[in-house]
């Protein structure tokens, strides 16, 4: 078991406070993402994970074991970083074999964990070649090769794919995603790519200025945004605030905007004030019947749909529609919400009311 369980850990560098309190669980074989802006503490969170730095206060666990005043190498796990320092004077063989040799490990035991990876990987026409003549994804392969030898209870992995370009890049991550659900070993990796938490993390930790301030599986943080920052930050184009000034009881279940009315979901508190409603832009439709009236000002083909951007009463909002949707420049047009899909924010704190 090689659960990984951070309890109320924070980090300060001097006097700086790079990781507030923060508390999650990675369970055991999930492939777990660290997301947010630059600077978050994602990679702090994940060295403090892995033993690379010690935690200022708070427990950390590894399969039920605290670790958290542990080193690196105490701890039965593997890196993988963005820049794979592979030695370039041994051959793909001797490069993976490394860690094992290193720890004494018998000749034939090596040749056959190396094989075995070497399978896994699909790198076995290349054993006995140089590293320094090798593609960018076979050195990305051997890398992981030299990772997944040990058999380590918990894979670490800092932005690995940061440096490749675009669709390469969307190569490695598949195969990424592929190898772990083959060996299914616990993987924590961070980046800073929404699409990339998205698409490749079984649960997705978000993060701004040392604060967790979300944790769950993608489409839970995609549908149920926790604040206003995981909305804004989750998604392409952006979730839209509609502004507003009002009141809501718990309970409520709808709110006034310009005077219309907007169903949304059943508010849990209660609140005066400052308020935003959150829509994405593929939950707004255009509607002749509306009252809720807008004026397009820009609007962007992109093939299959179209990016609509739209002038309110409540700022500027980007809609998703398909392409054959008749949208034109300067035209007036009335805006329909998917209420089962609305959210409303507390502008003071950031935080979700439903
Ligand atoms: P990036 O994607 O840019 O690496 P990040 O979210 O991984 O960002 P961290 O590297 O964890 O962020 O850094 C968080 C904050 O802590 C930053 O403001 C950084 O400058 C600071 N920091 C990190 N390491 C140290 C250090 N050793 N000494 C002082 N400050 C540090």
């Known amino acids: 078991m090689a659960q990984i369980r951070i309890q109320n850990v924070r980090k300060d560098f001097g006097a700086f406070n790079a990781v507030k309190s923060s508390t999650f669980t990675v369970e055991d074989g999930e492939f777990f993402m660290l997301l947010g802006p630059s600077g978050c503490g994602k990679t702090t969170t994940l060295r403090m994970m892995a033993g690379l730095e010690l935690p200022t206060s708070g427990e950390i666990y590894i399969g039920g074991e605290e670790v958290g005043m542990k080193r690196a190498s105490e701890r039965d796990i593997a890196f993988v970083f963005q820049m794979f320092a592979l030695y370039p004077h041994m051959n793909v063989r001797k490069n993976i074999s490394y860690p094992l040799v290193s720890q004494g490990m018998k000749r034939a035991e090596v040749i056959s964990r190396v094989a075995e990876v070497a399978k896994i990987l699909q ?4 054993l006995d070649k140089p590293v320094g003549g090798l593609s960018g994804g076979d050195r990305q392969r051997v890398a992981l090769g030299r990772a997944i030898v040990r058999n380590p209870k918990a894979f670490f992995m800092d932005e690995p794919l940061g440096a490749l370009d675009a669709e390469f890049r969307e190569h490695m991550a598949e195969e990424l995603r592929a190898l772990h659900d083959r060996m299914g070993a616990t993987t924590v990796y961070v980046t800073h790519d929404q699409l990339e938490a998205m698409q490749m993390g079984d649960k997705i930790v978000v993060m701004n200025h040392g604060v967790v301030e979300q944790f769950g599986k993608p489409q839970q943080i995609y549908d149920w945004p926790a604040t206003k920052f995981v909305a804004k930050f989750i998604g392409s184009p952006s979730m839209n605030f509609l502004e507003f000034e009002g009141a809501i009881a718990a309970g409520d279940n709808e709110v006034s905007l310009s005077g219309n009315v907007v169903k949304v979901p059943v508010s849990r508190e209660e609140r005066l004030g400052k308020l935003a ?5 593929e939950h707004i439709r255009f509607s002749d019947g509306s009252a809720f009236r807008g004026r397009i000002i820009a609007v962007e083909y992109l093939g299959t749909t179209q990016i609509v951007t739209i002038e309110t009463a409540h700022g500027e909002i980007k809609a ?9 420049v300067d035209e007036l047009i009335g805006l329909d919400f998917d209420s089962r899909t609305l959210t409303i924010f507390d502008s003071a704190t950031g935080n979700a009311l439903v």
């Open 123 to 126: 790198i076995e026409s290349i």
């Open 277 to 281: 409603l959150g829509v994405r832009p």
């Open 320 to 328: 998703r529609t398909v392409s054959n949707q008749s949208a034109r």
